[in-house]
């Protein structure tokens, strides 16, 4: 009798030639359709990580306002992001391939460019730089759903002890804001991609609200 089960199992424990075909013919499917959109994949990836991150840094200028973070010695400072879609390799003005955070007196509210380097706080009003390394640029500026020209500035300001938004759009990053009271604004960042081009777009109200399309 145990001769027999033995027979069975040794019978049954293995895969004909036909079924094993069919499983590297899945794998092999599987495979080539991976490695085929591999490229769109990271494109996506890259996309929705920048995307993120500018997000979360416009929440860290809203938190540097609110939690009255100093800089100088001064509790009263406005803080900010500084968008633009011109194409400057200036690293203090904000580019399709750059964006950056700013501080300004609560009279100023809006980025003043300097000289020297980000981060030094003394002349100029840079805090923090952010390079898009990837594919992505900032590709549109939109002011309460109004698409701006490709030499467009914005500014997002936040300023102490207010949660909300205010925004100064110019189109010379040296002019004064446009004094157009604006809503609500919208950076839109591209993959980049002639063809089958993808972008998010991130929001902000002017009551703070910050949101990912």
Not at 93 to 116: C, D
């Amino acid at each position: 009798m145990y001769k027999n089960i033995y027979r069975k199992i040794k019978k049954n424990g293995g895969l004909t030639l036909v079924e094993l075909m069919v499983v590297i013919s899945i794998f092999l499917v599987i495979s080539g359709v991976a490695i085929f959109d591999y490229g769109g994949f990271r494109s996506t990836v890259s996309l929705q990580n920048i995307t993120d991150d500018i997000a979360l840094s416009i929440r860290k200028a809203q938190g540097f306002a609110i939690g009255a973070r100093a800089v100088s010695s001064n509790f009263y400072n406005s803080y900010g992001m500084h968008f633009s879609t011109n194409n400057s390799v200036d690293p203090l003005v904000a580019s399709n391939k750059s964006f950056l955070m700013f501080w300004a007196t609560q009279t100023t509210k809006r980025y003043v460019t300097g000289v020297g380097t980000c981060g030094d706080n003394t002349n100029n009003k840079c805090l923090e730089l952010f390079n898009i390394t990837s594919a992505d640029i900032v590709k549109e500026i939109k002011l309460d759903g109004v698409t701006q020209p490709s030499t467009s500035y914005l500014d997002i300001i936040f300023t102490r002890p207010d949660p909300r938004a205010s925004f100064c759009y110019r189109t010379n990053v040296n002019s004064p804001c446009d004094p157009t009271v604006i809503s609500n604004v919208s950076v839109t960042i591209s993959n980049g991609q002639s063809t089958n081009e993808k972008t998010k777009t991130i929001s902000v109200q002017n009551t703070g609200q910050i949101s990912i399309q």
